[in-house]
């Protein structure tokens, strides 16, 4: 998460404050609990510790994760598929990758956007999703949410910058839900909800920004409370992050979980996804497994 600060060189140093002596295992909360009172903000390394620990609780057990949470793949939302700001052109040419999924999340917030939009609408007729990735002021965010249903656009990600409350309180009294105004970069952790109600219709959930499946889950409960949308997304990460990002996608509204679809060499097998649908492994755990070999990633 570089937008953080937290580099992968930062978050290796402070792992090796961590040791989860084996007895923990047995007691994935707690353990996970007391490793968030060490890391505090290390959210994503936190989020790697917390995968490892439900994983091996699942293992421990000899069954997968996703069979001890009864989770069913067939109740999740289908994955949509992003498309990286570029040039139209560019992004017009990135479709063809997007293969089966039925939905593409277009990511907006320069200078050509309505030229990106018009020609990716032209292309394809797929459902699209918009994230501004804060990528607008309040005019811009305005202009765009009275015209995006007419674009068959189903919701927009993160129209104003995270700082800019009293922007997303008037662009959602002005919305009035007709577009799902759902926020991303606003909100990490569950303790971020009570701040936002009132400037959005839902909130995106990432591991790698809340710190895992633990605090993820505590957030599902929240934002229902609050009658808050729900997306289950993700960074560029491994298939490590999306597996375990997928034993949440039927509790959500919106999946949006191609964060190693979007991986030139994915270190990791784990979930797979037909037609945007989640598939399970059938392994113990989370069920992901390293393709290569451990020593180019952990030295001898
Ligand atoms: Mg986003």
Redesign the pocket.
Known sequence: MAYLSQTGEVLLSQSKAIRVPDYYIERPEEAIQEIRAVLGDFHPLLAAMDMAIHSAWAAGQGHPLHRIWQIEAKNAPPSSFTIALDTPERMVERLEFSGDYPIL?I?LGGQDDVTRLKAIRQATTKTLRV?A?EGWDRQTARWWIERLPDWNVDLV??PLPRGDREGLLELNRINKGRIPI?L??SVHISRDIPGILGTCDGI?IKLAKCGGLLEARKMIHLAREHGLRI?G?CMLESSVGITAAAHLAPFVDFV?LDGAALLADDPFDGVWFEKGQVRFPDRPGLGVVFRGNPHDIFGE
Do not use: V
């Open positions: 999340k990511k994230d990735n990600e993160q759902i991303d970069e995106n997306m997304g949006d």
